[in-house]
Structures are given as structure tokens and as C-alpha cells.
């Protein structure tokens, strides 16, 4: 048995319209699945389920999104009133790092390399 890949992101929120308005904001497009949406970036989906038991997330996750320019996505979370965590960050190896939190505090780390 072998790994093939990891397919999806499942996040457990407390008010789905408020999240999903947060990640639309960033640029993301969700589809209607029942009780749940979903959106996809190439093969990857990020999937958002309402619970009234969700516990602000302690950060201690991340969820890791290639972006073309990080400064324009920078530009994008100001002009949509979305706080980042931080500057960006030169990590080593060409990659520059710029994180934000979902209203459940899940953290999103975008990343540019050149």
C-alpha cells in the first residue's frame, strides 16, 4: 500500500455564510452540496460543514495555497477588510509566506515561489 495523494481540506464551522463569504472574499468559488460547499482548486477541494459544537481552532493546523503574487493577493485582503497575520515572510528557497485566519481561526498560509 501506497499514499497516493491528499485530496481535500474538511473544516468544521460555526457560521457557514460568514466563512464562506470570508474565503469568497479571498477569491474562492464554492458550490452548494446540501449541507455542506465546496470548492476546488485544480484536484483539491476545501469542504465547509456548519456544527454548532466547533471550538475556535488553536492554530495548530495550517492549510498551505499557491499563489501567482503574493502582493497582490496582500492588495485583495486589504480592499476586502481581511486581516492578515503579519507580513510576508521570505522563507528561504525563492518562497515568500503570507498567512491570514478563517473566522473559526483556521490558519491559510499563501505562498509565491520564484
Not at 481540506?9 to 460568514?18: M, P, Q, S
Not at 470570508?22 to 470548492?39: L, M, N, R, S, W
Not at 469542504?47 to 493577493?73: F, H, Q, T, W
Amino acid at each position: 500500500m501506497k499514499l497516493i495523494s491528499v485530496s481535500s481540506l474538511l473544516y468544521y464551522v460555526t457560521d457557514i455564510a460568514k466563512t464562506r463569504e470570508f474565503y469568497e472574499a479571498i477569491g474562492f468559488q464554492f458550490d452548494d452540496k446540501g449541507d455542506k460547499v465546496v470548492t476546488y482548486v485544480n484536484w483539491f477541494s476545501i469542504e465547509l460543514r456548519e456544527s454548532k459544537d466547533v471550538k475556535p481552532s488553536d492554530g495548530s493546523g495550517y492549510a498551505y495555497i499557491k499563489v501567482d503574487s503574493v502582493e497582490e493577493l496582500q492588495k485583495r485582503l486589504a480592499s476586502k477588510g481581511i486581516k492578515q497575520q503579519g507580513e510576508p515572510t521570505n522563507v528561504g528557497g525563492g518562497v515568500t509566506e503570507l498567512q491570514v485566519r478563517d473566522p473559526d481561526g483556521y490558519r491559510l498560509t499563501f505562498f509565491q515561489k520564484k
